[in-house]
């Protein structure tokens, strides 16, 4: 089996982080007026949870004898930050922003090194585009770290849409490059 028809395989991991990305983007942009404390167990929760579906996704990568190391570490990366987050709520807002700047920024640089270790036309320009996006986005929270919730919430909620909108929509190229393969 050729590695872009691993890679084509996984198309279900991207479509179910993708599908809680939008929820919780949705869920953040719908509790405007919501508390500090709100904010941060949304956000904890949202990074525990792509966390572990990232984490899931690297096993079953690991299994299929695909490169796991990559989304492993980003899985892990975002486990532990939600894990911090929820357990130390006492935190200042602006300690959580920076924790969320510098994990967005993370997880632009683990999409770019996803884009560039997988074989050509496999939607990795996607996944390039989708992580310079996440850098630019992690700079911006990390130089404005003082803005208020609501702005806040607005960030990482266009972060958690588009987030999953490349992954809801990877999914789809991805499925309908294995089906093209398994035609072939």
């Not at 869920?27 to 990074?47: C, D, E, N, Y």
């Not at 929820?86 to 807002?93: S, T």
């Not at 922003?97 to 090194?113: C, N, P, Q, S, T």
């Amino acid at each position: 089996m050729e590695e872009t028809d691993l890679v084509m395989e996984s198309w279900w991991s991207y479509l179910l982080k993708g599908i809680i990305a939008v929820f919780f983007g949705i869920l953040l942009f719908s509790w405007p007026g919501a508390t500090i404390k709100t904010l941060v167990i949304i956000v904890g929760l949202f990074a525990i949870i792509d966390g572990l579906v990232s984490v899931i996704r690297s096993f079953v990568m690991m299994a299929r004898k695909e490169r796991w190391g990559w989304t492993l570490a980003g899985g892990l990366i975002g486990f532990l930050l939600g894990a911090i987050i929820l357990r130390h709520q006492e935190f200042a807002l602006a300690i959580v922003v920076i924790l969320v700047g510098l994990w967005i920024m993370l997880m632009g640089i683990v999409e770019l090194a996803v884009a560039f270790d997988m074989p050509p036309k496999s939607g990795r320009g996607i996944l390039a585009i989708f992580g310079v996006i996440l850098l630019a986005l992690g700079v911006i929270v990390l130089v404005y770290p003082f803005g208020s919730t609501y702005a806040l919430m607005v960030v990482i909620g266009i972060y958690a849409l588009i987030a999953g909108i490349f992954d809801i929509g990877f999914s789809f190229y991805a499925m309908a490059e294995q089906r093209k393969m398994a035609k072939s």
